[in-house]
């Protein structure tokens, strides 16, 4: 049975990676449909505007450190003395083949986008159960958490990982009846800042590229309205591109083929081994 909130009336809300894209626009509809929302961000500048915008508080956090993660929450909880919704969003992307790919940058792409999951799930999870009648987690994936793609290694790796968190987590949740449900957000093409986010790679020199984005790519703030609707519902699956689906088919006939084919050498064997 889904677990979500079908009023977002009062309910304290935090989403990180929250000064711009996805993690601002979520923030927007929550803001919408009354909720108390605190967004979070390791970028200052950016934060500071989208805070005053919003007219909410903004906290500065590194969502790979868990003692950020901590210190948000005690914000928030300060503030309104529960947490409802949490909003793990951030995130960062390294894209190239495997080839060109770092440890280093391995380990920055899985820290933000893996790692910064687990944190706010780790951080998050017990305060809303013990806290809230009611609450709900969103964790961004990407479509790269269902479907792989030429280089997306790492950028995949942090967002299989992601999926596979949160479902995990949502069957243990219903196991045991809680009043807290999960949903995995795994959108394809939105319009966002994530090919720069090396901009805000610790010891990296930011440059700001001028890249070129595909015309009719989903705008963030569908997706945010898409994302408030899942949490009000209680989705497992957030899906914002209904159209990606003959991909996603297209790799798990390749998995099941290849059971096929064992099934076959199997029988071919006698059924020995």
């Given at each position: 049975m889904a677990v979500g909130v079908p009023d977002l009336t009062g309910r304290s809300a935090v989403v990180t990676g929250g000064a711009a894209g996805i993690g601002y626009a979520i923030a927007a509809s929550l803001i919408a449909r009354g909720a108390a929302v605190t967004i979070a961000d390791v970028q200052v500048n950016a934060l500071e505007a989208a805070a005053a915008e919003l007219g909410v508080p903004g906290i500065v956090a590194d969502v790979s450190r868990i003692e950020d993660v901590r210190r948000l929450a005690d914000d928030v909880l300060a503030r309104h003395g529960r947490i409802d919704i949490a909003i793990n969003n951030a995130g960062v992307a390294k894209i190239a083949p495997f080839a060109d790919l770092t440890l280093a940058d391995f380990r920055w792409v899985i820290d933000v986008n893996l790692w910064g999951v687990i944190n706010g799930m780790n951080v998050f999870l017990p305060i809303i159960e013990s806290t809230s009648s009611q609450g709900f987690i969103v964790?961004?994936?990407?479509?790269?958490?269902?479907?792989?793609?030429?280089?997306?290694?790492?950028?995949?790796?942090?967002?299989?990982?992601?999926?596979?968190?949160?479902?995990?987590?949502?069957?243990?949740?219903?196991?045991?009846?809680?009043?807290?449900?999960?949903?995995?957000?795994?959108?394809?093409?939105?319009?966002?800042?994530?090919?720069?986010?090396?901009?805000?790679?610790?010891?990296?020199q930011p440059v700001r590229t001028t890249r070129r984005q595909p015309s009719g790519i989903m705008a963030a703030e569908v997706v945010g309205e898409i994302v408030a609707d899942a949490v009000e519902r209680g989705d497992l699956y957030i899906v914002t591109h209904p159209d990606s689906l003959e991909s996603l088919r297209a790799r798990h006939r390749r998995i099941e083929d290849a059971f096929a084919a064992a099934a076959r050498r199997h029988v071919d064997a006698g059924g020995s081994h």
């Open positions: 964790n961004t994936a990407s479509i790269a958490g269902l479907r792989t793609g030429s280089g997306l290694a790492a950028y995949g790796v942090s967002k299989f990982g992601v999926v596979a968190l949160t479902e995990t987590v949502s069957d243990e949740l219903a196991r045991r009846n809680s009043q807290v449900g999960v949903g995995v957000l795994v959108p394809a093409m939105v319009r966002s800042d994530i090919a720069d986010s090396e901009r805000n790679r610790p010891g990296v």
